[in-house]
């Protein structure tokens, strides 16, 4: 079975600072998507980025980038010039791309919270 | 575009009691799907739908029940509340599997 695990239930920055949050998951699968989510104090999932197994090249949304390693299971997110509204819970997850058989269910890590520091 | 709403927010509830948690969603999408969670944790699926009139059922489906007669509305109830059901509910939806959107989430408190 596919399982996320992110190892960091805490992580603190200096605002403005570079901050990576871990990620690994364990599947047999080659096809696949990745996401991170964030949870502000809101409590409004929010996706912050994803990528797909196949691609080779990290996705990068502005400020927020990932270091996808598939040989190692790895995918990591990189936060830069970090601000404080990106205080938040950070959640990766997985999705296998193979249909009917996982049903696009998302299988989620435990969280890691984000805190900044002014 | 209201995207993916919950009704209602907040609800307390005596251990017994029944209750459905309501989902509406106006993106045509066809996936929707229901999670709790508690504190700690990640987001544990409860049952999910494929489309309109189909459910299934995820992670933690005990004591709770899920109806999909609308495409647009995906219903959640707990027939008979227990404490071990006090937790944070989100609903979720998505268009082809891939990224899901979220609604505010329902606190739901059992005494």
């Known amino acids: 079975a596919q399982t996320v695990t992110q190892s960091q239930p805490e992580m603190s920055v200096q605002e403005a600072e570079t901050v990576t949050l871990s990620c690994t998951y364990d599947?047999?699968?080659?096809?696949?998507?990745l996401f991170w989510y964030k949870q502000p104090p809101s409590r409004q999932m929010i996706l912050v980025i994803r990528q797909e197994a196949y691609k080779q090249q990290n996705a990068t949304e502005n400020r927020f980038s990932v270091n996808f390693q598939k040989a190692a299971k790895s995918f990591s997110l990189k936060i830069s010039d970090s601000q404080l509204g990106d205080a938040a819970m950070y959640f990766c997850?997985?999705?296998?791309?193979?249909?009917?058989?996982?049903?696009?269910?998302?299988?989620w890590g435990a969280g890691t919270k984000l805190i900044i520091k002014p | 575009n209201a995207g993916v709403t919950q009704t209602p927010k907040f609800r307390v509830l005596k251990t017994g009691q029944s209750m459905t948690l309501l989902c509406a969603q106006d993106m045509n999408h066809e996936y929707m799907y229901w999670y709790r969670q508690d504190p700690g944790m990640g987001l544990r699926l409860i049952h999910y739908s494929v489309g309109e009139g189909t459910t299934a059922k995820g992670e933690v489906p005990d004591g709770y029940n899920v109806s999909r007669l609308k495409k647009q509305n995906f219903l959640l109830g707990l027939e008979s509340a227990a404490p071990s059901q006090t937790s944070v509910y989100f609903c979720a939806s998505s268009p082809l599997g891939d990224e899901q959107f979220f609604g505010p989430g329902t606190r739901l408190t059992v005494l």
């Open positions: 599947t047999s699968e080659s096809d696949y998507y």
């Open positions: 997850a997985y999705r296998a791309n193979i249909s009917p058989d996982s049903n696009y269910q998302l299988i």
